[in-house]
């Protein structure tokens, strides 16, 4: 089995995750952002420290969680081009329908003006 390490940054008070970005902020559903590499991580820390938010990072950890990969659902390439390429004929196929529809709604007219 494969193992992966994935990055998060956490609040130490709250506990919620920081949602990265230029101007972080914490997620208050608890999911936060994953970054997958030390230097992506490293690299946002110091992104947000140049734009002035040093002390955003003040009360908070990198917290390292390691990921098994495992085979849950395994489909053939071929396979899961094929399903991407008939969804895509339903998805054009219901938006043709929608523009015909549209294209044969009687117009509204509106009070005549004088």
Same mark, same amino acid.
């Given at each position: 089995?494969? /193992?992966? +390490?994935?990055?998060?940054?956490?609040? &130490?008070?709250?506990?919620?995750? +920081?949602?990265?970005?230029? +101007?972080?902020?914490?997620?208050?559903?608890?999911? %936060?952002?994953?970054?997958?590499?030390?230097?992506?991580?490293?690299?946002?820390?110091?992104?947000?420290?140049? &734009? %002035?938010?040093?002390?955003?990072?003040?009360?908070?950890?990198?917290?390292?969680?390691?990921?098994?990969?495992?085979?849950?659902?395994?489909?053939?390439?071929?396979?899961?081009?094929?399903?991407? =390429?008939?969804?895509?004929? =339903?998805?054009?196929?219901?938006?043709?329908?929608?523009?015909?529809?549209?294209? /044969?709604?009687?117009?509204? &007219?509106?009070?005549?003006?004088?």
């Amino acid at each position: 089995m494969e /193992t992966k +390490s994935i990055f998060k940054i956490r609040n &130490k008070k709250t506990g919620q995750f +920081s949602m990265g970005g230029e +101007s972080p902020y914490w997620d208050p559903d608890g999911q %936060g952002k994953t970054w997958n590499r030390r230097g992506d991580i490293s690299a946002h820390i110091t992104l947000v420290r140049k &734009k %002035g938010f040093s002390n955003f990072y003040r009360d908070a950890e990198v917290v390292e969680g390691v990921i098994q990969i495992i085979d849950h659902e395994v489909t053939p390439v071929e396979q899961w081009f094929e399903e991407s =390429v008939n969804r895509k004929k =339903v998805r054009d196929a219901q938006n043709a329908e929608r523009i015909k529809q549209y294209q /044969t709604m009687p117009i509204r &007219k509106g009070p005549k003006r004088n």
